[in-house]
């Protein structure tokens, strides 16, 4: 999975070629890559590991400086662990935060965008579904002053019409 947050929009590629994953393994979860291997298109694209999963669908965790699996002691507000009753702990398996051939999804975030269009990814734009709710963040984001309605600039949802 790719992302580039600057259009909102993802493409899932599927690649075979160990030699092409090989320039992601031993890397960990924050680092940055160079996209040239993946193609032509892809020249002066730099990619960021942001997660992913194994074979089995356990999730990367960050800090876990390991390829295989690991089984955490997780506790309340830790990644990866919703707490279902108070003072619960639980013990669940995560992989490490290295890449390696045995993830089958690597999640990937475009940092520096390349000379080419990827099409699907870069070429057009989705817009936002939700905006902000604070007024704070709805000034920030329209520059507005104190003096302005901020009521005037809430971004709502579309509500599919009732038939009734």
Not at 64 to 71: A, D, G, I, M, P
Not at 78 to 92: E, I, L, Q, S, W
Not at 157 to 163: I, T
Request: contains cysteine; hydrophobic residues 35%; aromatic residues 6%.
């Amino acid at each position: 999975n790719i992302a580039y947050p600057a259009t909102g929009c993802q493409k899932l590629l599927k690649i075979d070629d160990e030699k092409i994953l090989s320039v992601f393994y031993d890397k960990r979860i924050g680092q940055e890559v160079p996209a040239d291997r993946l193609g032509d298109e892809w020249k002066g694209y730099i990619l960021k590991i942001s997660g992913g999963n194994d074979l089995q669908g356990f999730c990367m965790m960050q800090g876990v400086l390991t390829n295989t699996r690991v089984r955490l002691l997780f506790a309340d507000g830790m990644p990866n662990y919703k707490m279902r009753r108070a003072g619960v702990r639980k013990r669940k398996s995560d992989t490490g935060c290295i890449v390696d051939s045995q993830l089958s999804v690597l999640a990937l975030v475009i940092m520096k965008k390349g000379e080419a269009e990827i099409p699907g990814l870069t070429d057009n734009t989705q817009p936002r579904r939700l905006g902000p709710k604070r007024v704070g963040k709805i000034r920030k984001l329209f520059n507005l002053s104190k003096e302005d309605d901020v009521r005037q600039y809430v971004v709502h949802r579309p509500l599919p019409e009732k038939d009734g």
